[in-house]
């Protein structure tokens, strides 16, 4: 798509005084697939059991270039609530933030002005703003010694690794694990979460990314550049599928009698949205799910979670996992990170700075 279509100059300036009691925020706002800019919007208000949080640091997901650009076509029919035919139902992008408890609503006890919160907007989105309201039971105390940013980049990416390897896959010693698509979001934190479990964990990914892979404590790399996972003859208790791109039956090659195949997100953008994209992967995977006898295939859902915030927060805490930020971007930088994104340039983390 041409720059010109990420320029924020090209989407009108909202929220001119029109009341004179209304406060305004900058927020990467969106009408129209393809297009987002940085506007002016009114501040939200928080109703009951929501947490206002003036945001000072936030992250990007694969999901979010995923609803930005309306790709796959397959998903503004799956998904109504996100993606509407002609754009998001969510003008303001961005699920994952960091920042500081301003207001609460009413029945909110456990918050209270000033406290250092992180948490994931899940289907709501609006994190890429100066201000959001989220519910209470979706975000948790900041972990202790972390920065904003690195708080930010966890909620969704660690939440789906820790849901992955410990919820779903029952991961514990001696448990071997394999991760398909190491060096990214979630990999990153898969590596780690897999470790701290006790695992033994072989992590996927390209020749550029292989020293930051083993440096997060994977017992062995491969290269897919020069080697073929599928092919090696090895098999895993746990294969974790991050990036959609080898077949079910492929996936299921390397899976021991009685494993787990776990399947999460995928797909790159190509220049336009695909009608299938990884969706395919996924579906055929619900369907085989029925059937298979010899172990189990799981596409992973993680909504909004405080159990799963505070898990990654006794983690961090603890020194077992520590978020890697690749790339860090201003508000007004967003288009710009996420055409970074959504090309597969990035590794690890990339953060907005708020």
Known sequence: MPRGEFDPASAPIR???TAATMSFMKAIYQEKYGVVGLEDVAEPVPAAGEVRVRVRAASINARDWHVMRGDPYLGRLMLPAVMGPGGPRRRIRGTDFAGTVETVGAGVDRFQ????????LGDAHGAFAEVVCAPADAIEFKPAGLSWEQAAAMPLAGG???????DVARVRAGRRVLIN????GVGTFAVQIGKALGASVTGVCSTRNV????????????DYRTEDFVRSGRRYD?????????????????????????LSGGGTFRGRPQVFGPMRLIIGAQIAGRFVRSGRIVVLATPPSRE?????RELAEAGRVVPVINRTYQLAEVPEALRYVEEEHARAKVAITV
């Open 15 to 17: 929220g001119l005084v």
């Open 113 to 120: 002005p000033g406290d250092e919160v992180y948490g994931d």
């Open 160 to 166: 789906t690794a820790l849901m992955g390897l410990r």
């Open 181 to 184: 698509g190491a060096s990214g």
């Open 211 to 222: 020293t930051l892979v083993r440096s997060l404590g994977a017992d062995s790399v491969i």
């Open 238 to 262: 746990v294969v974790f599928d991050l990036v959609g791109n080898r077949s079910l039956g492929e996936l299921r090659r390397v899976l021991a009698p009685g494993g787990t195949l776990v």
């Open 308 to 312: 799963l915030l505070a898990g990654l």
